[in-house]
């Protein structure tokens, strides 16, 4: 993870009081779908408006860990189903 930090390839994020490792292009994902702050410094690229932000991160997380209940993938993104 260092590696890809050095590499600007990684952004440290904070969501609603849990730390995130992400990957610099899933930044813009992460700040439209759950409200993560984009770091100072990340290009302009990788901050463009995502379209669909809860469905990709809803679709990645269900392609890498199903099968899994609404209150996992909620705890996940600190999502308020209440």
């Known amino acids: 993870m260092e590696g890809l930090r050095a590499a600007r390839r990684r ?3 904070v969501v609603r009081g ?3 490792w992400v990957a610099i292009e899933d930044i ?4 439209d779908g ?3 702050a984009v770091p100072v410094g ?4 990788f901050t463009e408006e995502v379209a669909d932000p809860l469905g990709e991160l809803l ?3 269900a392609r890498t860990r199903t099968p899994f209940t609404t209150a996992q ?3 996940r993104f600190a999502w308020d189903c209440g």
């Open 11 to 13: 952004a440290d994020g």
């Open 18 to 20: 849990r730390s995130w």
């Open 28 to 31: 813009a994902r992460l700040r």
């Open 34 to 36: 759950v409200g993560a």
């Open 42 to 45: 990340v290009p302009a690229a």
């Open 59 to 61: 679709g990645r997380y």
């Open 73 to 75: 993938a909620a705890a």
